[in-house]
């Protein structure tokens, strides 16, 4: 029995973690060895990151794993999309990198959009206009801090970023390059079209490898500081939702579609190449690189940000609700009191998040919910009747036949939800693997260092390995109907 091992260091808005994968005998095994908070600093106005704080943490992950006496085969990051860090060769931060939903993008979001260009932009890009991409901040950063741009050297997107600190090879991976809105899927490199029409700086654009690329070893500095030796750096799929569709266990065919839920909601199906025409643009629908040359062909929305957010001003009030109480208190509750519409541009970074679903819940004519559990089954229920008309939209633009929706990451682990989303949408809802971007992180890693040869030895792995449960859909009418008052509240 031969076991090799590898190490994803996974990044998410809130958390941060460093995972040891053992592949043995065609399965997986992860052992989550450090994990560490993540969140957003509030400094003069703007929203940054901490990634100085981030990459001690990291290290600290991977001495722990050094301490375990295994070979270490190769070691990777994923992150979030769109958020970048400027550098240099004489620094490697020449300023703290804005957090997606720094409101300096609101006027240059509008003002790029005048006139032709989003047209323009979408016909360069296929990617879903949103105000948080990274299109947007460079231009503010052309715009408000030339100063900082003409020193900086490049720039690369947030998980690019540590892997270029540990191994010293800067590279934009694919998948997270497509992310920032300025990737042109067509010539597979950074549009010039919109880099000249911008004005952006030309130097920073960094060279984009493919999924699965060998960056290089650890330097010998950061051998010398975890106790890590003979590993290779490795680009997987840098964007988290890229490695978690590829760690999808699904069945080859195309009667199927992913969910990756949690703090955003990422639904879509795996395309060939990318879907680019009036009606994606139309639909506000995007096409994202993925492994192997595929295409996520999917529609990014607000997720349990929602529930997350109203948690965290509950636990200011002084209410302490754990997710499971949580779930528990919106399965007591009374069904279709009220619904949202949670694609609604109010609910991507509100002040006050309970206050933003009873005012939407005022302003509609529908009752305010009152109680942790009617504001957790307003969330639930809404969210779910989303993803149904989001797969009704993908079936008629793509003309496929979506019987079956994976859902996975730490939302799968919400069995009402799951099942809301199988009775909203009518079809067979398959959830898990929780940890698919970590387990997707992995294998990826495995076809680069040559231990596994495909995608799909990649996905019948997974299915090997996890645990997948099923929820099938009831006949409820009341979801008919709940639909019915979605539509009218989305127009």
């Not at 460079?138 to 490049?154: C, G, R």
């Not at 294998?443 to 997948?468: F, N, P, T």
Request: a negative charge.
């Amino acid at each position: 029995m031969t076991s090799r091992h590898y190490v994803a260091c996974d990044l998410g808005a809130e958390s941060g973690r460093v995972i040891l994968g053992t592949l043995t005998d065609g399965r997986i095994e992860l052992d989550e060895v450090h994990r560490f908070s993540n969140g957003v600093s509030r400094i003069q106005g703007s929203l940054r990151w901490n990634v100085l704080g981030i990459f001690e943490e990291l290290k600290s992950g991977l001495r722990q794993v050094a301490s375990r006496g295994v070979a270490v085969s190769s070691l990777s990051v994923d992150s979030w999309g769109v958020d970048y860090v400027l550098f240099n060769k004489r620094q490697p931060l020449v300023a703290a990198p804005y957090q997606y939903r720094d409101a300096r993008t609101e006027s240059t979001y509008a003002k790029s959009l005048e006139q032709d260009g989003r047209e323009v932009i979408f016909a360069e890009t296929g990617i879903q206009f949103m105000s948080i991409n990274t299109l947007y901040h460079l231009i503010a950063d052309v715009e408000n801090n030339p100063d900082t741009l003409s020193v900086a050297d490049q720039f690369l997107n947030i998980a690019d970023y540590f892997n270029y600190l540990f191994c010293g090879v800067a590279r934009s991976e694919v998948s997270l390059a497509s992310t920032t809105q300025i990737y042109n899927p067509t010539t597979h490199d950074w549009s010039t079209k919109l880099i000249d029409r911008f004005s952006l700086p030309k130097k920073l654009f960094p060279e984009i490898v493919p999924s699965g690329t060998r960056l290089g070893q650890l330097t010998d500095e950061i051998m010398e500081e975890t106790g890590l030796w003979a590993t290779q750096a490795i680009a997987t799929c840098s964007h988290d939702t890229g490695s978690a569709v590829a760690a999808v266990p699904a069945q080859p065919g195309d009667d199927w579609a992913y969910l990756s839920s949690g703090t955003w909601s990422l639904i879509g199906v795996e395309l060939p190449e990318p879907l680019i025409n009036d009606s994606v643009l139309q639909y506000n629908y995007t096409n994202e690189a993925g492994y192997g040359g595929t295409t996520r062909f999917l529609k990014n929305i607000v997720g349990l940000w929602l529930l997350q957010e109203s948690r965290r001003l509950w636990q200011l009030d002084g209410t302490e609700l754990d997710y499971s109480e949580i779930n528990r208190l919106a399965s007591e509750g009374e069904p279709f009191r009220s619904i949202i519409d949670a694609g609604d541009p109010r609910f991507l970074n509100p002040k006050n998040m309970p206050r933003t679903i009873t005012k939407f819940c005022r302003e509609t004519g529908q009752p305010e919910p009152e109680t942790h559990g009617q504001f957790a089954r307003t969330i639930f229920e809404s969210l779910a009747l989303l993803y149904a008309k989001t797969l009704d939209t993908i079936e008629q633009m793509t003309g496929r036949t979506i019987t079956k929706l994976h859902i996975v990451g730490g939302g799968s682990q919400s069995q009402l939800l799951n099942q809301f989303t199988a009775d909203a949408s009518g079809r067979t809802v398959l959830a898990g693997p929780v940890e698919a971007t970590a387990i997707g992180n992995v294998l990826i890693q495995a076809i680069a260092m040559g231990e596994l040869k495909s995608l799909d030895e990649v996905r019948e792995i997974v299915g090997r390995s996890c645990s997948i449960d099923t929820f099938s859909p009831s006949c409820d009418p009341q979801w008919k109907s709940a639909r019915e008052r979605l539509d009218a509240l989305t127009g």
